[in-house]
Nanobody, 123 residues
Framework: QAALIESGGGLVQAGESLRLSCVVS???????VGWFRQVPGKEREFIAA??????????SDSNSMRSRFAISKDNAKNTIYLQMRNLSPEDTALYLC???????????????WGQGTQVTVSS
């Protein structure tokens, strides 16, 4: 079993930045960690993923997210980060990290999920 715990969300104003953290513990088979976001009534939206064993990353095809969001890691802390800048009200969502061993942009088939951290952006 693995556990993923997110933190760093909060209420910010448009144009500000946030850095989310996802601490991974437990199952060493979790070799890939992804960030998703979800708003009520919609499917989980892929943001980015990173390998814990290499420097490989994958980003959403959304130009808006690719230009403003960056995924990184600190292996010594077993932590995956999502740096978000120039936030807008459209970024308001529950942000979740997911763990698994395959590259998947779908919200399905990931082995583990955290509880999420809420990000609210006011205009």
């Amino acid at each position: 079993q693995a556990a993923l715990i997110e933190s760093g969300g909060g209420l910010v104003q448009a144009g500000e930045s946030l850095r989310l953290s996802c601490v991974v513990s437990g199952d060493i088979a979790v070799t890939i960690v992804g960030w998703f976001r979800q708003v009520p009534g919609k499917e989980r939206e892929f943001i980015a993923a990173i390998s814990r064993r290499s420097e490989i990353t994958d980003y959403s095809d959304s130009n808006s997210m690719r230009s403003r969001f960056a995924i990184s890691k600190d292996n010594a802390k077993n932590t995956i980060y999502l740096q978000m800048r120039n936030l807008s009200p459209e970024d308001t969502a529950l942000y979740l990290c997911a763990g698994g061993d395959q590259w998947r942009r779908s919200g399905r088939f990931w082995d583990y999920w955290g509880q999420g951290t809420q990000v609210t952006v006011s205009s």
